[in-house]
């Protein structure tokens, strides 16, 4: 399901924002796990120099923890949001090995 509700059949793009739905036997929805793609701060399904910047927005915006814009910040993943999780995408981008 897209950000906007809509059912998508295939999984060539999965991006944040985008939810996987655990369905039950008869349809229903039992439930839903939301996609967040670790550095991808403009949600474009990329990783490019663009999310390094968003990821130093973040960090000088301190958002709430458990907040998509903060768990997509932490990028190291150590749970705290500092200036080490936009080196660690702009180290990540620059080898090349993704």
């Given amino acids: 399901v897209d950000a906007d509700g809509n059912v ?8 944040t924002g985008y939810k996987v739905q655990l369905l ?3 349809g229903s929805v039992l439930k839903d796990y939301e996609i967040v793609i670790l550095g991808d701060t403009d949600r474009n399904g990329r990783l490019s ?3 390094v910047s968003g990821v130093q927005s973040a960090v000088a915006g301190k ?3 458990n907040t998509i814009d903060f768990i997509e910040a932490n990028v190291d993943g150590n749970s705290r949001l500092s200036i080490t999780d936009a080196s660690a995408l702009k180290s990540f981008l620059a080898s090349g090995n993704w």
């Fill in 8 to 15: 998508q059949t295939s999984a060539s793009k999965l991006i």
């Fill in 24 to 26: 039950g036997p008869d």
């Fill in 63 to 65: 958002p709430e923890k």
């Fill in 49 to 51: 120099i663009s999310d």
